[in-house]
């Protein structure tokens, strides 16, 4: 069975950085795609960053240009650097993975934002 685990969410001034990791339990080579959610309080989910097992990664418009997915397959970890932070970007975040056709999600980690 497919097991996201997040970690890295922390309090962060704006204009600051953080990196989330998400460690899975089996190959990440395996999976189809990975990716970052996130989910502020009285919001719906909303997509932050996917990366394909092949092809470039993507990035909401909100992010683009601060925010970097990147992965390590030899640690089966999967990362989301977050600079230049902003209010906004305070919210739980969540890793996905696509094995199979089915979604897998980790627990979140909470990401607040406030000087």
């Known amino acids: 069975q497919v097991q996201l685990v997040e970690s890295g969410g922390g309090l962060v001034q704006p204009g600051g950085s953080l990196r989330l990791s998400c460690a899975a339990t089996i190959s990440i080579s395996s999976l189809s795609a990975m990716g970052w959610y996130r989910q502020a309080p009285g919001k719906e989910r909303e997509w932050v960053s996917v990366?394909?097992?092949?092809?470039?990664?993507a990035y909401a418009d909100s992010v683009k240009g601060r925010f970097t997915i990147s992965r390590d397959s030899a640690k089966n970890t999967m990362y989301l650097q977050m600079n230049s932070l902003k209010l906004e970007d305070a919210a739980v975040y969540y890793c996905?993975?696509?094995?199979?056709?089915?979604?897998?999600w980790g627990n979140g980690t909470l990401v607040t934002v406030s000087s």
């Open positions: 990366m394909p097992a092949t092809g470039t990664a």
């Open positions: 996905m993975g696509i094995h199979y056709g089915m979604h897998y």
